[in-house]
């Protein structure tokens, strides 16, 4: 509607009626005879094409630059089709200069762990790791969110508990071989709704859909400073700093 409220605007109206008289007025003249009436007459009809392109290249401008303004303001860096192993060289560039924050948010991050695992020591090294994952038995262990999950990823029952269980004795692990690290995980008992992963100034961000592996879903990386970047990161802080809806990690 707004579109249509443009290209009908009192201002557009009169500039494509102008140019409509200038075509008319073309043929009208290239029909005089003799070469100077059809060469005026043709550079009539010129001009009125030309005011015609010249608008409408101008609303195509303006549109092209709205959605870059849209884009700008949510701070949208780009998308890919899946995420875990299509997109884990984007990962791993972002990984290898990180200095200050890598947050995680996700179900029991399997993936993660088979990839990184190795890397966890030298994160908490140079940066403060948080990692949240999924509390296996919230909100009731024999009717769990990630008993749910497991259903509808089409996985045997049990499948992130067990992910969930690897991760943890994976910390507990780290914990004795490098007691003074930064790297922090907590068990979330909210419902899941998107996976999270904030590497310094960006942010890698993508639902959780039906019936689909969650590392298959579209992925989204966004910057700081961006619409979007904030409220995932809102998201993270409120479901971390909030104890009734994530516990630390048993030692």
Known sequence: MN?????????????LLANFILFLAGFDVARI????????GSSLIAAGVTGWVIYVYILVSERRVAILETVSEFGLVDIFEARAVLIKRQYDDRLS???????????GLKALR??????FQAWGARANVRILLIDPSSPN??????????????????????DVDQFIEKMRTLRIKSPGHKFEV?????????NIFRIDDELFWGPYLIHQQSRKTPTLLVRRGGLLYD???EHFERIWNDNTLSTPMNP
């Not at 924050?101 to 179900?107: K, L, S």
């Not at 088979?114 to 890397?119: H, I, S, V």
């Not at 262990?141 to 067990?162: F, M, W």
């Open 33 to 40: 005879p003799g070469a100077l009436s059809a060469g005026v």
């Open 3 to 15: 579109r249509l409220r443009r290209w009908l605007s009192p201002t557009s109206v009169i500039y």
């Open 97 to 107: 200069k990180a200095h200050v924050q890598i947050d995680i948010m996700g179900f």
């Open 141 to 162: 262990p024999l009717c769990s969110y990630a008993q749910q999950r497991d259903v509808e990823e089409a996985d045997p029952p049990g499948t992130i508990k067990k």
């Open 186 to 194: 907590r068990l979330y008992k909210c419902l899941p709704s998107v």
């Open 231 to 233: 409220q995932f990161l």
């Open 114 to 119: 088979e990839d990184y695992a190795d890397q």
